[in-house]
DNA sequence: ACAAAAACCGACTGATCATTCGGTTGGGAC
DNA sequence: GTCCCAACCGAATGATCAGTCGGTTTTTGT
């Protein structure tokens, strides 16, 4: 199991940097340590090598956010929206190759020919989706926030917190001197007066 | 200068629907009916017409931009603002393709390393934040618009519109559905009370 | 009309790529 | 002890790639 692993943790760092295509499978033999047929004992192809880094990178974020959701409390629905906003951008930090991952075009590609692919994307994306949109019908409940559209509302909130993150990921701008800014949005769309 | 053009032309299409690596210049001289050296008499090698064709995206989003903003009449800067929002969206659905290749990720790992792409980068983002931002200040003299800090909200405001396009690209929502949740979080974000 | 330059051609090259295959090793079951 | 299977190895393979080069055609300036 520790080739597999050592495998499995370089390739989702080579792809995650470098890309699928960019990323030669004689480079991941060298960095593992992994003789070449080693590689494909483990795995059917690339693709399939692919394939097992999405799966456990959709596993790990989707477990993160669900235990970060149970262990949190928060006062009302907008606490918990401004809260996922936190999480999700401090997650984007502290896991940064899988959200490399996940901001790079090949996996939308595959995932065009690709059922296996795509069912983990959507899996990804809604899950992400439904976090945020718990937070706002919490709030809608508890008058906290004000909207009439509880999933396009979170859909909104999501492309906006992460095309936030992707800056980072661009070297464009920084995202850290944002958050003020971001999160003062995020209220304001939610409709709280305050 | 038919082939060259013939070239640029079929190159953006590949590369942005393929991406760079996944473009071969075989392929490239099959679909234009160039030779092979024909292409690498034009240009100097695969990076050198990458870089021209995004030279040439560059100059056409922020010409059509300039233009539209010449053209347009605004009752105030909120108005602009929600205008410049929607020639966004429109723009990344009539030059899909440049903006396809905006959305990859190549373009921002070959800034890493290539000043020359780097400018053309951030001559496109900052030319793009300025038209924003431009409706936000104009918003804030006429009462329309309520912020202590255009430029982040600027960039916020196009996180979001941004990221809402990027939703169409990778297929995964359908972003025409979401286009008026869209503006309505755009005009309370800009804290307008209506 | 003609010479020089620019556009164009396609066969060729060496490098690199994903994948295969025949064989070796090591550890658990009986 | 020996059978078995999974993990592992690394040389070999055929395909594909970006880029080169020596030569031909077309355009342009005078």
């Known amino acids: 199991m520790s080739k ?6 370089a390739a989702t760092r080579l792809f995650s940097r470098n890309g699928f295509r960019e990323t030669s499978m004689s480079e991941l033999s060298r960095i593992t340590g992994a003789a070449g047929g080693t ?5 059917k192809n690339k693709e399939d090598l692919f394939l097992n880094i999405l799966k456990t990178v959709q596993e790990s974020i ?8 149970k262990t949190a409390e928060y006062r009302n629905g907008m606490d918990m929206v ?6 999700y951008l401090h997650l984007a930090g502290s896991m940064e190759d899988q959200f ?3 901001h790079r ?22 899950g992400l989706l439904d976090v945020f949109e718990q937070g706002i019908r919490m709030g809608i409940k508890d008058k906290s926030v004000i ?3 509880p999933r396009n509302t979170a859909m909104v909130l999501f492309a906006m917190v992460d095309g936030v993150a992707r800056f980072n990921t661009y070297n464009l701008y920084h995202a850290g001197s944002l958050y003020q800014d971001l ?12």
């Open 4 to 9: 597999r692993n050592a495998i499995l943790a």
């Open 39 to 43: 590689i494909f004992h483990h795995f």
């Open 62 to 69: 989707l477990s993160e956010v669900h235990e970060h959701n």
């Open 82 to 87: 401004e809260g996922v906003v936190t999480f």
């Open 100 to 102: 490399l991952l996940l």
């Open 105 to 126: 075009h090949y996996p939308y590609q595959m995932a065009g020919t690709n059922p296996v692919c795509r069912s983990y994307l959507e899996s990804i994306y809604n």
């Open 147 to 149: 909207t009439t559209s």
């Open 183 to 194: 999160m003062a949005s995020c209220r304001k769309i939610l409709g709280n007066e305050n």
